[in-house]
């Protein structure tokens, strides 16, 4: 059983949008797939510097952005007792995410005026 991280699943998300509806050049995407592979690789506790700026030096930054990013989503979800979720299957990833969004308490929403009466 796996704990990923809601906060790395989305922005894994959005990198995959960002390829899909935004990116003009070939370039563009290819920033945003090594972006993408940065956070996927913090997600499962690899590191493919070493490889990434000797095979792929114009898309570099974009991948070791990604892998602090993640790396540093990971140290902060792991402080926060509800920043990980509990994952079956690395498919389950989006879905599950989604899930646990829509079924968190409303209690945040609400104003802090009626937070207070309770």
């Known amino acids: 059983m796996r704990y990923e991280s809601p ?7 959005w990198c995959r949008l960002q390829q899909q509806l935004h990116s003009v050049t070939r370039e563009e995407r290819a920033g945003w797939r090594a972006e993408e592979a ?4 913090a997600l499962h506790g690899r590191d493919r510097t ?3 700026r000797r095979e792929h030096r114009s898309q ?3 991948y070791q952005c990604g892998l602090e990013d993640g790396q540093a989503l990971l140290r902060v979800s792991t402080s926060i007792p509800y920043g990980m ?3 079956n299957r690395p498919s389950q ?3 599950t995410t989604t899930a646990r969004v829509a079924s968190r ?6 104003p802090v005026h009626e937070e207070s009466r309770r």
């Open 7 to 13: 906060q790395i699943i989305s922005r894994i998300e």
């Open 38 to 41: 940065g956070l996927v690789d």
């Open 50 to 52: 070493a490889i990434m």
């Open 60 to 62: 570099f930054i974009r």
């Open 85 to 87: 979720i509990r994952m």
């Open 93 to 95: 990833a989006l879905v």
């Open 105 to 110: 308490s409303s209690r945040a929403s609400r």
